[in-house]
């Protein structure tokens, strides 16, 4: 696409004024740098629309078919990057009408009829979100196929592979690697359910409300919705023009998306620490120092860690913007579209960035196993061993509190302390051991073999009744 400074072009709504619009107005209240990217749906959408006009005969046939022709060129030229705009353009709704006047001639005038910019341009937003979070759940699903396929890999039976649990980043308890994957996971179902519900809340045509009161023409917007494929169309012109709430939404899922990614780039970026020594980058998905030879950087994760801040920036700038908006359409609402789209641009680039790090990751399982294997990651098992015993929890606790406490002063191991001690004994001694950490949880939802298959069955029939929703979007 090219501009060009054809200065002595009109605005389309030039009627009432003496003289053109400065130069600085243009420039600072210009949305077509941005908004080019709606042309399709403006199409679609000005489709629709002139096949309303001529549903209601406000259009023959005729001239139905010259505008849609005249459209369909439109098309092409945005397709191929030969479409010249010039200086009047303000954004790519007059582009296009001005455009599709030049190759029909006078019936192109007959375009915009029954509709204005604020209907029009927060159609072609719904039907641009509409689709984009379509795809966005489906990148999700991508990222859920790799996140339970490594899961998969690293195994759900008892020689699975296994790490220290965190609170606070302190270790905990062992668990699965499996289990630790798909915890992430389960969060992106979330997202992908969340995605789905923005769509059904936004799938709702405002085209005829006009600038803000609908028409004195007989419009059907009930036909029009039906020709874009909208579930249903507005009921109050009002709310039509001026609702953005569907923007926000998507903007807050986007937003929970980001942060999701950024928890597990924190733990990539801490993993892959010589410190943790857990995973390895493969070198497709790391990033070198201009400086320092030997650094080998995590920077996916750092930035799906980083960007977040710029999503959530995004979500309150909008809420920002809509907060104290008189009804209906203010210029304001032009505001919507900036972060939309940086929004989505910058998640969809992390979401593929980051399944790939993880796809192509590699696990150190015996650096990972070593680690769960410290003793006092038993600890909660030799309590609730003596609970087991009858012995209430709170005394349990202090009993093996009290014997962590002699391991670390007097620098001796607690499976001894344990094993010498007649409250304890062998039995409980016999819990402490390489590998066996993980075996020990066995209620619904653990992290250990026990209910694994439970959660392996809900997490594939989670994803199948995902998939399923996506597909009939
Ligand atoms: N570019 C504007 C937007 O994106 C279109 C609507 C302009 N309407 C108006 N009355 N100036 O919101």
Not at 320 to 333: H, S
Request: proline letters at 3%; glycine letters at 8%; charged letters at 20%.
């Amino acid at each position: 696409m090219s501009a060009d400074t054809n200065s002595s072009s009109q605005p389309l709504w030039h009627g009432r004024f003496s003289v053109a619009p400065a130069a600085e107005l243009i420039a600072f209240t210009q949305s077509l740098s941005f908004d080019k990217r709606l042309w399709k749906d403006d199409i679609v959408g000005s489709i629709a629309h002139v096949n309303g006009l001529e549903h209601v005969s406000l259009l023959t046939k005729q001239e139905a078919a010259a505008i849609i022709k005249a459209l369909n060129v439109v098309a092409t030229e945005m397709g191929d990057n030969t479409f010249v705009f010039v200086a009047s353009d303000e954004d790519i709704h007059t582009a296009i009408e001005r455009r599709v006047t030049e190759i029909a001639g006078e019936v192109g005038g007959k375009v915009h009829t029954g509709r204005s910019r604020n209907d029009q341009c927060v159609t072609a937003v719904r039907l641009w979100t509409k689709r984009e979070l379509g795809a966005l759940a489906q990148q999700l699903l991508e990222l859920c196929d790799v996140l339970s396929a490594r899961a998969d890999a690293a195994g759900w039976g008892s020689d699975g592979v296994y790490l220290p649990g965190y609170t606070h980043l302190q270790r905990a308890q062992p668990v699965l690697l499996a289990h630790h994957l798909l915890a992430h996971a389960w969060a992106f179902t979330r997202d992908i359910d969340r995605l789905l519900q923005t769509i059904e809340r936004l799938d709702v045509s405002t085209l005829g409300a006009g600038a803000l009161a609908g028409s004195s023409l007989p419009l059907d917007p009930k036909f029009t919705a039906k020709e874009m494929g909208f579930a249903t169309h507005f009921a109050n012109s009002l709310d039509a023009v001026s609702d953005r709430d569907f923007v926000a939404e998507a903007l807050f899922d986007i937003a929970l998306i980001g942060t999701h990614l950024s928890r597990i780039g924190e733990e990539f970026v801490l993993w892959t620490t010589t410190e943790f020594g857990f995973a390895s980058l493969d070198d497709s998905y790391a990033t070198g120092s201009s400086m320092l030879p030997q650094k080998k950087n995590a920077d996916i994760a750092e930035l799906a860690r980083g960007k977040t801040g710029r999503l959530i920036g995004n979500l309150t700038g909008l809420l920002a913007t809509l907060k104290g908006l008189p009804l209906a359409y203010n210029r304001d609402l032009q505001e919507d579209k900036e972060p939309l789209f940086d929004s989505y641009d910058q998640v969809s680039l992390g979401i593929t960035a980051v399944t790939g790090m993880i796809a192509t990751a590699t696990f150190h399982h015996s650096t990972m196993g070593e680690a769960a294997d410290a003793e006092m990651l038993f600890a909660t098992d030799l309590a609730e061993w003596l609970v087991q015993q009858g012995t209430p929890f709170r005394q349990a606790h202090a009993m093996v509190g009290s014997l962590v406490q002699q391991s670390i002063n007097g620098n001796e191991s607690l499976r001894e302390l344990v094993r010498k001690d007649p409250k304890f004994g062998e039995n409980a001694a016999k819990l402490i051991g390489q590998g066996l950490g993980v075996g020990h949880r066995t209620s619904p939802g653990a992290s250990g073999p026990a209910a694994a298959t439970e959660q392996r069955t809900r997490f594939s029939n989670q994803i199948a009744s995902l998939r399923a929703r996506i597909n009939t979007k």
